[in-house]
């Protein structure tokens, strides 16, 4: 639903990210003050927090930038790589070496995407910025999870925000300046209304949400649970658009693969943990009673 929701919006990517972090980090911090949660902090943490927040305003930027350059299926299909990302990642933060299998899931991956870039698509600025976005959702995710034992979701999310929005108020002038060439334009009612969902729907709660998942699964567990997202949100958004949405065998053929490498990964890391522990992976038998 994000990208139709960042389709009908008539501001820039710069300015609806910019709009969207300063809601959801006035309506948050009401909300802290409200259940009166106490927001402090380790000064170290704050500062990692709100890096992971300049990270976070880059991702969603870039996945701004992807649904406007393409489409809703597309878009999906580049931000699906984000648990390639992770396993890739995450041995790196954690200094652990990828196993064989996070390898072949990564370059079975890597070439459902090059299987879409090939066959002259269309949208290949969308796809590479989905893409790049992916690669950031990923080491948020990875630090993010990072805290989210230590700190409650709601204030992991305040620091996250306030990072999001001083980054992107920060990077707004220059842009405006030397890229838009424009001065900030005023959204409209239709425009107002659908930040407010994004910055409520989707960047407090949804968002807090995830955090508060990732004290109990890993953050591959965690981006491997929306890429879901490229099935439904293709139908929702062939129903918007209608045949705007429609790619060819190439582009569905390389969606099938990265959906594919993606999914078969746990799969396949449950099969050789089973091998591993041989037989007394099964549970004992019940001895007969005498």
């Known amino acids: 639903m994000i990208p139709i929701i960042n389709i009908y919006i008539s501001l820039s990517s710069v300015e609806i990210v910019f709009l969207r972090t300063l809601s959801a980090l006035i309506i948050v911090f009401i909300v802290l003050m409200i259940q009166k949660t106490s927001i402090k ?43 390639i990302w992770v396993s890739f990642i995450y041995p790196v933060i954690s200094k652990k070496k990828p196993t064989f ?14 299987m879409i870039f090939s066959s002259g698509f269309a949208y290949s600025e969308g796809m590479f910025a989905a893409i ?12 993010t999870s990072k805290f989210s034992k230590r700190y409650h979701y709601l204030v992991i999310t305040f620091y996250q925000m306030c990072g999001a929005f001083f980054a992107t108020a920060a990077f707004l002038p220059y842009y405006l300046k030397f890229v838009k060439m424009e001065v900030f334009s ?29 004290i109990k699964i890993s953050p591959f567990s965690v981006s491997l649970a929306n890429n879901l997202s490229p099935i439904y949100g293709g139908v ?34 449950f099969i050789f943990r089973l091998d591993e522990l041989g037989p007394s992976a099964s549970p004992p038998k019940p001895k007969a009673s005498e």
């Open 41 to 83: 902090v380790r000064m170290s943490h704050i500062l990692m927090l709100v890096f992971t927040g300049f990270l976070t305003a880059i991702y969603w930027i870039l996945f701004v930038i992807a649904a406007k350059k393409s489409n809703t299926s597309v878009t999906l299909v580049g931000v699906a790589t984000t648990p």
């Open 101 to 114: 299998i996070e390898v072949m899931t990564g370059l079975s991956a890597l070439f459902g995407v090059y």
């Open 132 to 143: 790049l976005a992916a690669f950031f959702a990923a080491i948020v995710t990875i630090l």
């Open 186 to 214: 005023m959204p409209t009612s239709l425009d107002i209304i659908l930040i407010l969902i994004l910055a409520i729907v989707f960047s407090i709660i949804a968002y807090s949400s995830i955090v508060k998942v990732m």
């Open 236 to 269: 929702i958004a062939y129903l918007f658009f209608g045949d705007s949405e429609l790619m060819d065998i190439y582009f569905y053929g390389g969606a099938f693969l990265i959906a594919f490498a993606i999914l078969a990964m746990p799969l396949a890391k």
